[in-house]
């Protein structure tokens, strides 16, 4: 079983930038597809970014490409969120999660492995 804590969830003004972690516990973190994924107030939850077992594939969500960045340490079990030119709809519970395998999906469905999320709110 994979236990998934993320942190680094603040508030930050429009333009900032902000980095989430995902501390993994589990020796299947190096063979797992790690996802985020964001819900906003009143919407429903929504992929924002994938990255392989080995880190060598990455997949984005159109609203956040070429402002977000995701990578992994597997070393550290460790998944990470670099974002940039943050903008007020980025507002969000941010949650990472695994597959247990290796693909990339975008459906929530797939990743059976969730952590409790942090909030991110970015400001006018």
């Known amino acids: 079983q994979v236990q998934l804590v993320e942190s680094g969830g603040r508030l930050v003004q429009a333009g900032g930038s902000l980095r989430l972690s995902c501390a993994a516990s589990?020796?299947?973190?190096?063979?797992?597809?790690i996802a985020w994924f964001r819900q906003a107030p009143g919407k429903e939850r929504e992929f924002v970014a994938g990255?392989?077992?080995?880190?060598?594939?990455?997949y984005y969500a159109d609203s956040v490409k070429g402002r977000f960045t995701i990578s992994r340490d597997n070393a550290k079990n460790t998944l990470y969120l670099q974002m940039n030119s943050l903008k007020p709809e980025d507002t969000a519970v941010y949650y990472c999660?695994?597959?247990?395998?290796?693909?990339?999906?975008?459906?929530?469905?797939?990743?059976?492995?969730w952590g409790q999320g942090t909030q991110v709110t970015v400001s006018s």
């Open positions: 589990g020796r299947s973190f190096s063979s797992s597809t």
């Open positions: 990255i392989s077992n080995t880190g060598g594939s990455t």
């Open positions: 999660a695994a597959t247990g395998g290796s693909g990339l999906y975008t459906d929530g469905l797939r990743y059976p492995y």
